[in-house]
């Protein structure tokens, strides 16, 4: 295959890699139940828990983020068990239809695309309905910009009710602060080729005491994802099947540059550049997707479609003239939006020459403010 050129590659992932870690990414394979191995996997885990907040144990599958998403269901629930699903978007969509594709009973509570889900909302829900066992949460809707309150939602899960909780944190994790043990989340998912900086392959999921009680009676069928073989085999320093080599070379880099940074760097960094995002595109005349936007991802920043533009043309044009490459919408927003990436390994530069790119490219389809 031909070397192809780099892009200013701006969908929320996968995100670009830092030339230090595609070159750790070249390391020889080695003996996935050798001692090179062990040492690997228990330095990245004890990292892993560092960016998690958390003292659980965490585990390393090798799967893209919804692996991580599917060992939370079939690990903690059975067919049957009746769980409430928070929704504002694709994601929240997506986590909510595979719960009922292995058999939960589910209690979808949809809210408006671009706005937060409301923890009152949820509330209400575990008042009238006892026999919910679990409450699934996206804490950043990739598809509409929003990073939902969820210290405030885990309050009413775990502070009121003392549900299961179970978080897809696929665009949040390593960017924005979620502190797994101080909020008190059950089972919390993330992957490789968001925040972390490293390619598409792994994905990352920290399980609480109550998950693995929850563990031990879950009737939903599993094996692949069987997280208790996971950490049987991580006690020996191995994986139950064989692990995404070249990328756990690359993650171990990567954890090492994100904690010698700090976490309250990376973060204050992925806030930054959000707020540059923002305003950049507010300069434009453009409308952001989220109302209120103290709900605002620092992730990924969604942004309303000129009525007049034809976005096809619009996203190739900034493609194929500018080497910027953005996101669509998804689902039900997928003509009325467009998305800027800003998550993992992203630049101040690399913000503004998406601004410069749509500064030229907008008025060529037709967008004059
Ligand atoms: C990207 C993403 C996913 C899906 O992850 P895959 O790695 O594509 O399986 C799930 N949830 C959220 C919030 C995401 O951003």
């Known amino acids: 295959m031909q070397r192809m ?99 939960a009973d589910v209690k979808r509570l949809e809210f408006e695309w671009g706005g937060p889900i409301d923890p009152g909302a949820i509330r209400k829900v575990l008042q009238s309905e006892p026999k919910i066992k679990a409450v699934l949460v996206t804490h950043n809707e990739t598809s509409t910009g929003v990073t939902h309150p969820m210290e405030e939602i885990a309050k ?25 043990d101080a909020w008190g989340c059950d089972l919390v998912g993330t992957a490789s080729q968001k925040g972390f900086m490293i390619p598409p392959g792994l994905a990352f999921i ?95 920043t969604a942004v309303k479609m000129p009525e007049s533009v034809d976005g096809k043309k619009f996203l190739r044009l900034m493609r194929t003239d500018h080497n910027v490459v953005l996101a669509g919408g998804q689902g039900k927003m997928s003509d009325d939006i467009f998305r800027i990436g800003h998550l993992g390994h992203v630049t101040e530069n690399d913000i503004n020459g998406v601004m410069a790119a749509l500064k030229e490219v907008l008025p060529e389809v037709g967008f004059n403010p």
């Open 206 to 300: 920290s399980i609480s005491e109550r998950g693995w009680e929850a563990q031990q009676t879950a009737k939903m069928p599993r094996f692949y994802f069987d997280l208790a073989e996971a950490r049987r085999f991580l006690k020996q320093g191995q994986t139950p099947f064989t692990p995404n080599l070249s990328a756990l070379y690359g993650l171990s880099l990567a954890l090492d540059k994100l904690l010698d940074e700090g976490l309250e760097s990376v973060f204050g960094r992925h806030a930054g550049i959000g707020q540059l995002t923002r305003d950049g595109v507010r300069e434009l005349g453009l409308e952001l997707l989220v109302a209120d936007e103290s709900y605002a991802s620092n992730t990924v």
């Open 156 to 180: 009413v899960v775990k502070g009121e009710f003392d549900k299961l909780l179970l978080v897809d944190a696929v665009s949040s994790l390593g960017c924005i602060p979620l502190p797994v």
């Open 5 to 103: 050129t780099p892009q200013n590659l701006r969908v929320p992932g996968p995100t670009p890699i830092p030339s230090d870690i595609v070159e750790a990414m070249t390391n020889p394979m080695i003996n996935h139940r050798g001692p090179e191995f062990h040492a690997l996997i228990d330095k990245a885990t004890e990292q892993l828990k560092q960016v998690f907040m958390t003292k659980n144990d965490l585990l390393i599958l090798t799967a893209s983020g919804t692996g991580a998403l599917e060992a939370s269901l079939v690990n903690t629930l059975s067919p049957g068990d009746r769980v409430l699903s928070a929704t504002a978007g694709s994601f929240g969509d997506r986590f909510t239809d595979m719960a009922e594709a292995y058999g």
